[in-house]
């Protein structure tokens, strides 16, 4: 099974690695340590935690929506056209672009440092191997 370092870990969960280390010390996550005293997690328990910290994220959300992936995040720009607009956002380690009606940005009072969820749902999804 694959295991990943603390560092590898944080990144891959939005957080810094000291956030990670506290999360295993407070025996949030189980780690394990190798040859080198270096603390790994095993993949299937940073895979566990990821899910219970979305749901963890999740749960203060009053939206009903159909759409399971929200990366709630910052705006980071707004650009806005005649009709149309794009929103960008930045959520953790992911920056999100968004086209929509510039109505719409107005309605939301969608602007630079708000706080923002972005939700997709797409019937095309790539997943690479890294």
């Known amino acids: 099974m694959r295991s990943y370092t603390i560092g590898r ?14 999360w295993a010390d407070a025996g949030r996550i189980p780690t394990r340590r190798d ?10 328990d940073l895979a566990a935690f990821s899910v219970s910290l979305a749901a963890e994220a999740a749960d203060g959300e009053d939206a009903y929506t159909s759409a399971r992936n929200a990366f709630p995040g910052i705006i980071t720009a707004v650009k806005l056209g005649g009709v149309a607009a794009q929103v960008e956002i930045q959520a953790g380690p992911h920056r999100l672009v968004s086209l929509l009606t510039r109505e719409a940005v107005e309605e939301l009072g969608l ?20």
Do not use: C, P, Y
Not at 35 to 44: L, P, S
């Open 111 to 130: 602007a630079v440092g708000m706080e923002a969820v972005a939700r997709v749902k797409a019937t095309n999804v790539h997943v690479d191997r890294t």
């Open 9 to 22: 870990a944080a990144k891959l969960l939005g957080v810094s690695a000291d956030t990670v280390r506290r």
């Open 35 to 44: 040859e080198a005293g270096k603390r790994h997690i095993d993949g299937a």
